[in-house]
């Protein structure tokens, strides 16, 4: 027996409508990045992530967590950045197998010239397209996937989810 719940006509039609609103988006939003601030949405992330964190500092793990990337690409791209002299990476000195990414002012420096040009291309890329009442909607189903996708954790990721608590990600 097929117990397959296919998607009916109106329901394909949302699924692929989000898949399209997606890729132009993101596709819009990274070139204009990219051109504009030498940098992939990915990078632009992590140093919101960590100029957003008391001290300007996360534990990887937390860092990748909040990003909702592996720890692998966070630790790649964190080592790219760190050779740009945006991000330098420590040692948590109550866990020694913790790390610490901690963002540099010349990285807070580097986010803050990229912000302005970014926000406006996501301002052009999703809300002036919208009402007030569709980016009601969108926020109220971009929180609902969220929520059932995430298991109930935090969202966004703020806390240390390693085993010295908060502590560690506020030593310098």
């Known amino acids: 027996m097929d117990h397959t719940r296919w998607l009916d006509d109106e329901e394909q039609r949302t699924w ?3 898949l399209a609103a997606h890729r132009l988006v993101f596709d819009k939003v990274e070139r204009r ?3 504009g601030a030498g940098m992939p949405q990915a990078y632009y992330e992590i140093l919101v ?3 957003e964190a008391p ?3 996360l534990r990887m793990s937390v860092l990748a967590e909040s990003a909702l990337a592996s720890r692998s690409r966070v630790s790649h791209a964190v080592a ?3 050779e740009a002299g945006w991000i330098v990476r420590r040692s948590c000195p109550t866990d020694r197998r913790g ?6 002012d010349t990285g807070m420096g580097v986010l803050e010239a990229a912000a302005p040009d970014h926000v406006e291309s996501v301002r052009e890329a999703v809300f002036d397209g919208l009402t007030p009442a569709q980016q009601a909607a969108l926020q109220e189903a971009s929180e609902a996937i969220v929520t059932h996708l995430s ?3 935090e969202w966004p990721v703020t806390g240390d989810s390693g085993p010295d608590g908060p502590g ?3 030593a310098s």
């Open 16 to 18: 692929r409508a989000f």
């Open 33 to 35: 990045l990219q051109a």
């Open 49 to 51: 992530r960590l100029s």
């Open 55 to 57: 001290g300007r500092t």
């Open 80 to 82: 790219r950045m760190e």
């Open 99 to 104: 790390q610490l990414a901690v963002l540099t």
């Open 151 to 153: 298991d109930g954790a």
């Open 168 to 170: 560690c990600p506020q």
